[in-house]
C-alpha cells in the first residue's frame, strides 16, 4: 500500500442518490449549488503528498493532518477521540494525470478498485476532509485491482456490481446496498469531465477546499486515487458504527462470473481471492 505515497488523494461528495441524507450531511452542502440536481455537490482531498520543501508546506493552507498517509488494504484504526465512524463502501480510481500550462488538463482512469472512504459522523466541521483522514490506516483500498479498458459504455466496468458487508461476532451484516456502479448518478465521460472542471474550478466555500492551490503545493502529481462517492447504506449500515473488532468487507464483483449469494459465500469462507472480484477486508483496531 506504500506505493500510493506519491499519489493525489481525493474523494467525491454526493454521487449516489440518498447518501448524504443517509450519512446527515445534506445541512454541511446546503449553500452548495450544482449545474443539476443530480450532480455531486464537489469534491475533497483525504491525502495531500507534499514534496519534503519547505516553501511547500508555508503554500499549504490544507490541515496538517491531510498530509499523512492514510491508505491500508488490511486495517482501519479508529481515532482516540470517542466519535462514531461509519465505513463508506465505494470504487476508487487509480488515475493518470496530465497539465497543460500549470493547469490540470486531463484524468485517465487506469484503474479500479473496492474502495473504503471510512468517516467521522460529526456536526459542525467546517470542511467535509475534517471526516476523512485522522491519521494512518484511517482508509482503505484493495490490493485486488482491475485494468480499465475505456471508462466509457461498453467498457468492462459495466459489468461490475459493488456490495459491502461488516463481520461482527462472527457474523455478517449487508452494510451497502448491492448496486450496478452504473448506478452512480455520474459516471464514465460525464464523471470524468466534472471531475476535471471541478479540480480546477473549485473555490473554498463552505465543507469544499480550493484543490488546484493543493496540486500546485503538492508539485503537481502525476497520479491520483480519486473515490467516486459512497454508495447507499442498507438499514443495518445506516445505524451501525464501526467498533475494535469488525471487519469491514467491500466487494467489486463481475456480474458475468459471481453472483451476490456466490460473493457471501466466499466471504462467510473468508475466501477473499477470487476471478473477476477486488474485495477490500479491513480489521477494525
Keep these: 500500500m506504500a506505493k500510493y505515497k506519491k499519489f493525489l488523494g481525493l474523494g467525491i461528495a ?5 447518501h448524504l441524507a443517509q450519512a446527515g450531511e445534506l445541512e454541511d452542502f446546503k449553500d452548495v449549488i450544482t449545474a443539476e440536481e443530480a450532480a455531486p455537490k464537489g469534491m475533497f482531498p483525504f ?29 482501519i ?3 482516540k477521540e470517542a466519535v462514531n465512524v461509519q465505513a463508506e463502501p465505494e470504487v476508487g480510481l487509480v488515475c493518470d494525470l496530465e497539465y497543460t500550462a ?4 486531463k484524468i485517465t482512469p487506469t484503474y479500479f478498485g473496492a474502495y473504503n472512504d471510512c468517516s467521522i459522523r460529526v456536526a459542525g466541521a467546517s470542511k ?3 471526516k476523512k483522514n485522522w491519521g494512518e490506516n ?3 483500498f484493495s490490493n485486488q485491482l482491475i485494468a480499465i479498458d475505456k471508462f466509457e459504455d461498453g467498457g468492462v466496468m459495466d459489468n461490475y456490481s459493488i456490495c459491502s458487508f461488516l463481520r461482527r461476532d462472527g457474523e455478517l451484516h449487508a452494510y451497502g446496498e448491492n448496486v450496478e456502479l452504473n448506478g452512480y448518478s455520474y459516471f464514465y ?19 469544499l477546499e480550493a484543490l488546484e492551490e493543493y496540486i500546485v503545493a503538492c508539485d503537481y502529481p502525476k497520479e491520483a486515487i480519486i473515490s467516486i462517492g459512497a454508495t447507499r447504506y442498507t438499514e ?7 467498533k475494535h473488532g469488525d471487519e469491514v468487507l467491500v466487494v467489486l464483483y463481475n456480474r458475468n462470473i459471481s453472483s451476490l449469494d456466490n460473493v457471501v459465500k466466499s466471504l462467510q469462507e473468508h475466501h477473499y481471492v477470487q476471478d473477476g472480484m477486488s474485495v477490500l477486508a479491513q480489521k477494525v483496531i
Design 77 to 79: 484504526y479508529l481515532p
Design 14 to 18: 454526493g454521487n449516489f442518490a440518498l
Design 47 to 75: 491525502y495531500l503528498p507534499l514534496p519534503n520543501k519547505p516553501e511547500n508546506a508555508a503554500n499549504l493552507t490544507a490541515k496538517k493532518i491531510l498530509t499523512t498517509y492514510p491508505l491500508s488494504a488490511d486495517n
Design 138 to 140: 484511517s482508509k482503505g
Design 128 to 130: 467535509i476532509s475534517d
Design 189 to 207: 465521460e460525464k464523471l470524468n469531465d466534472w471531475m476535471l472542471n471541478q479540480i480546477t474550478t473549485q473555490e473554498d466555500f463552505g465543507p
Design 102 to 105: 500549470g493547469k490540470l488538463s
Design 236 to 242: 443495518y449500515g445506516e445505524k451501525t458504527f464501526l
